[in-house]
């Protein structure tokens, strides 16, 4: 089919038979960009462009140049059939591929049969007619909406956005890496910090800092995702706070319970240098349990006894314990349990 002037392409939500289906964050941006107006013709060129650099494939037949691109709905397909008929002129077609090995969802297929004029003139080869690797140089240097532009044409054909979190990421995946490169140099002029890498074989530019994200995603022009994304973002960092501050009191709380424990099997230890003999069976039994077990919990120690125990009984048995010696002590004038707590003693002490 060819392209018309009529609106039955305008975004609306996906479906899947009679359900309607949940957008994705990407969906959601592409949507958006494809009705960004552009009153310059540079940055419409640009933006073009960079669509048929990241989603076109270039066929060249002795003097006969085609292009062919595969793009994930057709909003993006006709926003790019009205910019190459309205610059220059081009006629494209177009039909509808469905899901495969490749893709879950129909994809939309769109071809251009001469583009020798068309590549020359949006700079995608150079005057001895070879493709141009990077970006055409009239974008690289270009004025600033053209690097919006670039961008923009960028995600349309190749961009996903993840959701907020750890790991978030604005992403284009690029033909190869001096195209990388180039968009790279456009997120500079905007003031966005871009970094290219190299992920199952393919070249990508990957913004991943939360403010940079935000702020590319409101040169392009998707101004309400970008409004989700800030919201999904906030929701996202006050979850992240407040485990971090469960698992900073559940650490305290084991440290604080790690050091009691501690604490009280050198008492333990104590009591039985200084009952020695003297010791109660049942009463010893929790003891050697304590200091032999030391960083275990009342209730892991009342598992450990044979028969086993409530964490009731075991604590009520080493109370007992350090009750008897620490009367001892006092009747024997020597040091009671409770100096032991943080250790033994040195014999200087």
Partial sequence: MSYSSDRSLAPKARKKGSVEVALSLTEKVKQELAQVTLPRQSARAAEASAMLRFAGELHVN???????????????????????????????????????????????????????????????ITRSGHPVIG??????????????????????????????GRSSSLEIVCPRQEAALALVGCARRLGIAAKTKE????????????????????????????????????????HESSNTRLENFDDANQRRSARAAEAAANRVSRAMDILGDDVPEHLADAGYLRVKFRDASLEELGRHAD???????????????????????????????????????????
């Fill in 62 to 124: 002795g003097d006969h140049m085609s292009y062919e691109f595969e793009f994930d709905d057709e909003v993006t397909a006709k926003r790019l059939a009205e910019f190459l008929d309205d610059l220059y002129g081009v006629k494209s077609s177009t039909h509808i591929v469905g899901p495969g090995s490749t893709s879950k969802r129909p994809r939309v297929q769109m071809r251009v049969g001469e583009a020798k004029e068309l590549t020359r003139r949006l700079g995608l």
């Fill in 135 to 164: 970006l055409p140089p009239q974008v690289v240097s270009g004025s600033v909406a053209d690097a919006e532009a670039a961008w923009r044409g960028a995600f349309l054909a190749q961009g996903v956005l993840t959701e907020p």
């Fill in 199 to 238: 992920t199952r074989g393919a070249d990508r530019v990957v913004v991943r800092e939360g403010d940079a994200i935000g702020a590319l995603l409101t040169r392009m022009g998707a101004h309400r995702t970008r409004l989700e994304w800030e919201r999904k973002r906030l929701r996202s960092e006050a």
């Fill in 307 to 349: 028969p086993p125990m409530t964490k009731d009984a075991v604590a009520g048995r080493i109370r007992r314990l350090l009750s008897m010696a620490d009367k001892r002590a006092e009747e024997l004038g020597i040091p009671d349990t409770h100096e032991y707590a943080h250790g033994p003693k040195n014999d200087s002490e």
